[in-house]
């Protein structure tokens, strides 16, 4: 497992990354009424690990923190992948 270790730091890193600039870019297309990034892909991204990026971008930004979807969906996402970590790590 030590092989794949760093793979997967550097795709979490990555997906991390793109989860915090879909935030803040969907947050500055909001206020200028430009072209948004769907609801649905912004879950997507999360739901491939960049939740606790995204959440904590969302609460910093004060981003889809009204959007019952974004504060309650992304914290189950979270539960769920640390859910599946403990259920592969045994």
Known sequence: M???????????????????GMTLYDKRAAKKSAWRIK?????????????????AT???AHHKTKHLKFVVGIPVIIALQIAVIVYVWR
């Open 2 to 20: 030590g092989e794949y270790t760093s793979i997967i730091c550097i795709y979490l890193a990555a997906i991390s990354l793109l989860a915090i």
């Open 39 to 55: 609801e649905l892909t912004l879950l997507v991204v999360s739901l491939l690990g960049g939740s606790v990026a995204m959440f």
């Open 58 to 60: 969302m609460w910093i």
